[in-house]
């Protein structure tokens, strides 16, 4: 297998290609990317035709890859009244058995007028698998297509345990009623997209302090309050008054850039929409003082630039935390429910060890 297909923000091809032919070469792949602008994929291809990415890279290591998955082919001419039977020829022909399967498109509008077809072939798949013994409860692949039009698809698979559990790398989270804005999923999905389970269990408890630094309306303090932690809600702006009323929350009227926790807390997130270097340095400046022992903030990125913008402000963090001799873990990714912008998560190892 040497060519793989990965899932981006329209828009954000560029950096999807960039990104990982920079850490595919790292790891001494080497290979070139084709990209459409707008098309919400990239494709990477292997100069060499034995790599073996999924072996080297994990999909939490890149931030613009939603998903991903290793191409057997593009089937450019199914026909419409049977697209199955070419599929599972083609499948017949490969090494691998699926314990599940993703009927997927691009996340463009032209992927969401594919939706209905997807669903369609969703049971005669399901059935075709079973009967050519391509199906194993057990095994450790998921098969892939990926519609392109009516008649075009890739097929591939990805290891269950090297890609997203979602389709198309995006979860489906709802905004209740009683959120103060949608900004409240872009938490939810930072919490469960760059925190495992355990460290949720672990570092997400009931009780905990957290500082929401620009914090108005409230959807991030919402959040951290539904996992039921105490929250100072820094920001000039309007906070939702059930969130004022609800005893879990104080509001500080104060320029977040200049506020200081009078204690210690174990959470400080910061949605405050500036310079992305700007935001980083204030992160830097919790972490090192010891304000939080972690942290979820978002990265506004700029016009032009944007995968080294963001590269340049993980280093700057990393090289800080390391000076100040703080272990922890940096991980970052552009979420479905962030625009033009990133999400970074920082844990320490101070807290991993307690
Ligand atoms: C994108 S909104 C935050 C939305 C919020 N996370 C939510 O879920 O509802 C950005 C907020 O940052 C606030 N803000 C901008 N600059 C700030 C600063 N220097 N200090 C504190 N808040 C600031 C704005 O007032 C605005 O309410």
Same mark, same amino acid.
């Given at each position: 297998?040497?060519?793989?297909?990965?899932?981006?923000?329209?828009?954000?091809?560029?950096?999807?290609?960039?990104?990982?032919?920079?850490?595919?070469?790292?790891?001494?792949?080497?290979?070139?990317?084709?990209?459409?602008?707008?098309?919400?994929?990239?494709?990477?291809?292997?100069?060499?035709?034995?790599?073996?990415?999924?072996?080297?890279?994990?999909?939490?290591?890149?931030?613009?890859?939603?998903?991903?998955?290793?191409? +057997? !082919?593009? &089937?450019?001419?199914?026909?419409?009244?049977?697209?199955?039977? $070419?599929? #599972? =020829?083609?499948?017949? %022909?490969? @090494?691998?058995?699926?314990?599940?399967?993703?009927?997927?498109?691009?996340?463009?509008?032209?992927?969401?007028?594919?939706?209905?077809?997807?669903?369609?072939?969703?049971?005669?798949?399901?059935?075709?698998?079973?009967?050519?013994?391509?199906?194993?409860?057990?095994?450790?692949?998921?098969?892939?297509?990926?519609?392109?039009?009516?008649?075009?698809?890739?097929?591939? +698979? !990805?290891? &269950?345990?090297?890609?997203?559990?979602?389709?198309?790398?995006? $979860?489906? #989270? =709802?905004?209740?009623? %009683?959120? @103060?804005?949608?900004?409240a999923l872009k938490l939810e999905e930072g919490?469960?997209?760059?925190?495992?389970?355990?460290?949720?269990?672990?570092f997400l408890r009931p009780g905990m302090k957290?500082?929401?630094?620009?914090?108005?309306?409230?959807?991030?303090?919402?959040?951290?309050?539904?996992?039921?932690?105490?929250?100072?809600?820094?920001?000039?702006?309007?906070?939702?008054?059930?969130?004022?009323?609800?005893?879990?929350?104080?509001?500080?009227?104060?320029?977040?850039?200049?506020?200081?926790?009078?204690?210690?807390?174990?959470?400080?997130?910061?949605?405050?929409?500036?310079?992305?270097?700007?935001?980083?340095?204030?992160?830097?400046?919790?972490?090192?003082?010891?304000?939080?022992?972690?942290?979820?903030?978002?990265?506004?990125?700029?016009?032009?630039?944007?995968?080294?913008?963001?590269?340049?402000?993980?280093?700057?963090?990393?090289?800080?935390?390391?000076?100040?001799?703080?272990?922890?873990?940096?991980?970052?990714?552009?979420?479905?429910?962030?625009?033009?912008?990133?999400?970074?998560?920082?844990?320490?190892?101070?807290?991993?060890?307690?």
């Amino acid at each position: 297998m040497s060519s793989w297909l990965l899932y981006c923000r329209a828009g954000f091809e560029n950096e999807c290609a960039a990104e990982i032919q920079g850490e595919a070469l790292q790891r001494g792949i080497s290979g070139y990317c084709k990209a459409r602008a707008d098309s919400g994929y990239v494709t990477f291809t292997s100069h060499d035709p034995g790599a073996d990415l999924f072996a080297v890279l994990a999909l939490e290591d890149l931030i613009f890859t939603r998903q991903w998955f290793a191409i +057997y !082919a593009l &089937l450019n001419d199914l026909p419409l009244a049977d697209r199955l039977t $070419p599929i #599972l =020829r083609l499948l017949q %022909q490969q @090494p691998h058995q699926y314990a599940e399967f993703f009927i997927e498109t691009p996340d463009t509008n032209t992927g969401k007028e594919l939706q209905k077809l997807c669903r369609a072939l969703a049971r005669p798949l399901e059935s075709q698998l079973d009967a050519g013994g391509l199906y194993q409860a057990k095994a450790d692949d998921r098969l892939h297509l990926c519609f392109l039009s009516t008649h075009a698809a890739y097929v591939g +698979y !990805a290891p &269950l345990a090297n890609s997203s559990i979602w389709l198309m790398g995006i $979860p489906r #989270l =709802r905004a209740p009623r %009683q959120a @103060p804005s949608r900004s409240a999923l872009k938490l939810e999905e930072g919490i469960l997209r760059l925190m495992f389970e355990d460290e949720r269990e672990q570092f997400l408890r009931p009780g905990m302090k957290a500082v929401d630094l620009g914090a108005a309306p409230g959807g991030w303090s919402w959040q951290l309050i539904q996992r039921h932690l105490f929250v100072i809600a820094v920001d000039n702006g309007p906070m939702q008054e059930e969130l004022l009323e609800s005893g879990q929350l104080e509001q500080i009227r104060e320029d977040g850039f200049r506020y200081q926790p009078s204690k210690n807390v174990d959470w400080m997130v910061c949605d405050i929409v500036d310079k992305p270097k700007k935001v980083t340095a204030l992160m830097a400046r919790w972490l090192v003082n010891g304000w939080c022992r972690h942290t979820i903030f978002n990265l506004k990125l700029p016009m032009k630039k944007r995968y080294q913008e963001v590269q340049q402000c993980l280093t700057m963090l990393h090289d800080e935390l390391i000076a100040a001799g703080i272990d922890a873990t940096i991980r970052c990714k552009q979420l479905y429910h962030d625009r033009e912008e990133v999400t970074v998560c920082v844990l320490t190892a101070d807290a991993a060890g307690k």
